[in-house]
Every structure is written in C-alpha cells, then in structure tokens.
C-alpha cells in the first residue's frame, strides 16, 4: 500500500496565530486503504463532524508565512472497497479549538498511488484536471 510524501509548502503572508495551527486530514467516505488500514467519515463542511479527523499535521510561522511541513497519507485511488474515497484538509487554530479555513483550491482530493512523492500543487492541478 502506497505512502504518499506530500512536500513542505508555505503559505505566504499568513494573518493568523502564531503558534498552535495546524493541518487537520479528513476523510470524506470510509475506504480501506491498499495496507488493510480502515478510515472512517469525516467532513469539512460540517464543523461538528469534525471531531473524526484522523492525522493533523503541525505547522509553524517562518518569515511570515504559515509552513506546512512534509508528512506522508495513504494512497485513495487504488482502495479495494471504494476507489472514489478522497480526502479534505482544514488549516486548525488549537488555541481555539476552531477551524480556520478549508486547505487549498478544492474542498476535496484524491491521492493516486504514484507518484510515491507529489506537492499541494500537482494535487490540486490533478482536481483540477478532473
């Protein structure tokens, strides 16, 4: 089962907290990933489910701009039970507890099983192509 290395980015300008964001993964419908590694429901557009994240990643404020390190997710393309799965990111202010802003220019993504590296922005120019 493929582990997909998304690379760092950076956002630029960043207005909001300094200290306690970060990315929340969700996943949007229940699929089991190549490994045997079951996912279940979550989704950014309702804040009350938002509860069943699943990974959150830590960021940090550098020259300022919000930095999104590398982390690895789970290949949705070639699940067995539902190839269609995708997943949804939601920037997180932990000093809150509240979410800030839905992560990139689609509210979902797919994450195919190769490359076994790929950036935000080959992610959503692939959304795009679809």
Same mark, same amino acid.
């Given at each position: ?12 300008? @960043? *207005? ?11 996943? #949007?419908?229940? !699929?089991?990933? *190549?490994?045997?590694? =079951?996912?279940?429901?979550?989704? *950014?557009?309702? &804040?009350? =489910?938002?509860?069943? !994240? !699943? ?13 999104? &390190? ?8 070639? +699940?067995?039970? #539902? ?5 949804? $990111? ?8 509240? &979410?800030?802003? +839905? ?11 190769? &490359? $076994?590296?790929?950036? @935000? ?10």
């Amino acid at each position: 089962m493929p582990l997909i290395t998304i690379a760092s980015v950076t956002i630029p300008n @960043w *207005q909001g907290n300094s200290t306690g964001v970060s990315l929340r993964i969700y996943a #949007n419908a229940p !699929f089991t990933a *190549q490994s045997g590694t =079951s996912y279940g429901f979550g989704s *950014q557009l309702n &804040p009350a =489910s938002l509860g069943t !994240f !699943f990974q959150s990643v830590a960021c940090a404020v550098s020259g300022g701009g919000l930095v999104v &390190p590398s982390f690895t997710l789970d290949s949705t393309t070639d +699940s067995p039970d #539902n190839p269609a799965a995708s997943y949804s $990111a939601v920037l997180w202010d932990g000093t809150s507890g509240q &979410p800030v802003q +839905s992560f990139g220019t689609f509210a979902a993504f797919a994450l195919p099983a190769s &490359p $076994a590296s790929t950036t @935000w922005g080959a992610i959503f120019l692939a959304e795009a192509t679809q």
